[in-house]
């Protein structure tokens, strides 16, 4: 692409969101009530994974680049009490309701400027996080500005970002070239071409292929319908990706990839019905599979995530762990054991006071969804003993099984008194699968790592 023909794109789709910007939520819409979405914008959440230890948000720098009118700048605020909100766009018209949307929530961590990533060591500001959702996909070139947001970017802090799947939303691209050949995307596509490309959508077949895989309606409806046919049929600089794509920018913009967003979601061994007994050609050969292989296979076998949303940062910034699996029982008894911020709430405090009075299981996941909808429950026992100190701060294994005899002294099926060594392996089995799901986080503070 020329640089002439990429300024034009680039006022193409600035002009897109001036006329419709992007997301459409009201401007007292809050996202303190989506928990999964202040999960995944929580600064902690990708800092724990990357280096097994737990990070405060106070007085942390974040960039949302490429904000819009400023619904996930909000969210990067309320998960992350005490730090500094920035946020970027192209579109005037969007950082004006950011600017109100800020202002209307009473929320004062945010300043916006009408600025291109381009152009973001004009801002001579270092992050410790950049958002950036919904736009890499839109560059000609993404490592480009990978490369851009790299170069303010502290030597520990995170990136997230995302790309457009090409096997997932193969149907809306070739929707889109479909509108282009009939002149729809010339320029800015408004009010009557969204109404032609409804209406021609909607003038096909039932069973033809392109209404049967993209048809829904969220395009007939007054409240969505704007925005859903902007952002699928006729978006400008629309683009597909694979996950070769991707880490292939990250290779060029000098970036080490840290994990996905939805990493739970990712797993390959969740497609086969036995996966204790995989063909013996898989079971030989992915142990020896790359990262990057495992999750090429996966979108190549179940296209099923719209965005290849990813965390990443500088090369050879992690710092060194022991994975959980390979803990012996000192290490356990050196551990720290953190609730996720996001667990820490009103409502989940509540909520465990119900099933204390009612005796009934805490289903962890559906307080906080972010493992794709499984049940994560916990005993009532063991809720009430592992949830209140965890409220309150970070607990070292030894004092919660020390709790936990307090609770039970008695085993209630042998009636003989409880060892310690029984609920230690208790805990040690709960946390572990509290952790692998992401609702705790364990710090390993054996003095050999």
Known sequence: MTDKNATELKNKIRQQFDFGPYPRFLIDESPKDRPNLLYIHNLATPYYLRNQKVIESEGKLILDAGCGTGYKALALAFANPGAKIIGIDLSERSIELARERFKYQNCQQG?????????????????????????????????????????VLKPQGIIRSNLHS???????FRAQSAFKLMGLMNDNPEEMEIDIAVEII?????????????WSSKYEDDDTRKEETLMNYLFQGDKGFTIPDLFAALQVAGLEFIDMV???QWDLMELFENPEDLPVFLALSLPEATIEEK???????????????????????????LPIEQWTDEDWKAAKVNLHPQLKTSEVKQELSNCCQNLTLLDVGKLLPIDGGKVVSLD????ACLLPPLFEGSQSIEFLVERWLKFRPIDLETLEETSWEEVFNKFKSTLTGLEAHGYVFLENQSSIV
């Not at 916006?112 to 996080?129: A, Q, R, S, T």
């Not at 909607?202 to 993209?214: E, F, I, P």
């Not at 076998?301 to 965005?307: E, G, I, N, V």
């Open 111 to 151: 300043e916006f400027h009408v600025l291109g990533i381009d152009d973001l060591p004009n801002l001579e500001l270092e992050f410790d996080y950049i958002n950036c959702d919904e736009l890499l996909y839109l560059f000609p070139d993404p490592s480009q500005a990978l490369q851009a947001m790299k170069s």
């Open 166 to 172: 090409s096997l997932q939303r193969f149907s809306y």
């Open 202 to 214: 909607k003038s096909l077949k039932n069973g033809v292929d392109l209404k049967k895989t993209t």
């Open 262 to 264: 939805n990493w739970r």
């Open 295 to 321: 999750l090429h296979l996966f979108e190549l076998l179940h296209p099923a995530h719209r965005l290849l949303d990813f965390w990443c940062g500088h090369p050879g910034q992690s710092q060194a762990f």
């Open 380 to 383: 009532v026992t063991l809720a």
